[in-house]
Antibody, heavy 121, light 107 residues
Framework: EVQLVESGGGLEQPGGSLRLSCAAS????????MSWVRQAPGKGLEWVSA????????YYADSVKGRFTISRDNSKNTLYLQMNSLRAEDTAVYYC??????????????WGQGTLVTVSS | EIVLTQSPATLSLSPGERATLSCRAS??????LAWFQQKPGQAPRLLIY???NRATGIPARFSGSGSGTDFTLTISSLEPEDFAVYYC?????????FGGGTKVEVK
């Protein structure tokens, strides 16, 4: 069974940093592209970033480009999101998601339960 | 960036009724469109991908159609568990984008 467990969320001040982790199990992690998607309180879904299976290709939403960095450690079956220069508008539940099929980028099929990031002074 | 516009924002229907949800793209995304269902406090669930393919375990009452810029999600007969928010998403171009959502509520 695919399991994705996010951690690392919490309360951070504007301008601060957080690193989110997503621990994966139940599938061959190194074979799948992964993404981060966020949802501000009471709002819709916003894709944040994606990384290829091997980690060599990464993509970002314009709203986080230059501030957030996606990475992965395939030896630890873990996905990361380094979040710097945090802003109030980054407040959201952050989900990690696994692609539907292995290989290059595909549909977001399996999702974790999310971790809440709150940016406030 | 591809903008996805969903309509209506809210759909008020009764169990057993047919639901028709629309998603319009600002430019053609071919068939690279998916539909997700999200219930309160839960992660989204993939329902439909490549515009018309049901994901594993999704009931046959859910169907997707369309290509280019106009897409439709149809729920043929609403079950109590289908009342939720539905999002469309495209992966034809980076950045990936989602529509604003349609809430299907009990009338």
């Amino acid at each position: 069974e695919v399991q994705l467990v996010e951690s690392g969320g919490g309360l951070e001040q504007p301008g601060g940093s957080l690193r989110l982790s997503c621990a994966a199990s139940g599938f061959s992690f190194s074979s799948y592209a992964m993404s981060w998607v966020r949802q501000a309180p009471g709002k819709g879904l916003e894709w944040v970033s994606a990384i290829s299976a091997g980690g060599g290709d990464t993509y970002y939403a314009d709203s986080v480009k230059g501030r957030f960095t996606i990475s992965r450690d395939n030896s630890k079956n873990t996905l990361y999101l380094q979040m710097n220069s945090l802003r109030a508008e980054d407040t959201a539940v952050y989900y990690c998601a696994k692609d539907l099929i292995e290989g290059y980028f595909d549909w977001l099929h399996s999702w974790g339960q999310g971790t809440l990031v709150t940016v406030s002074s | 960036e591809i903008v996805l516009t969903q309509s209506p924002a809210t759909l008020s229907l009764s169990p057993g009724e047919r639901a028709t949800l629309s998603c319009r793209a600002s430019q053609s995304v071919s068939s690279s469109l998916a539909w997700f269902q999200q219930k309160p406090g839960q992660a989204p669930r993939l329902l439909i991908y490549d515009a018309s393919n049901r994901a594993t375990g999704i009931p046959a009452r859910f169907s997707g159609s369309g290509s280019g810029t106009d897409f439709t999600l149809t729920i043929s007969s609403l079950e109590p568990e289908d009342f939720a928010v539905y999002y469309c998403q495209q992966r034809s171009y980076w950045p990936l984008t989602f529509g604003g959502g349609t809430k299907v509520e009990v009338k």
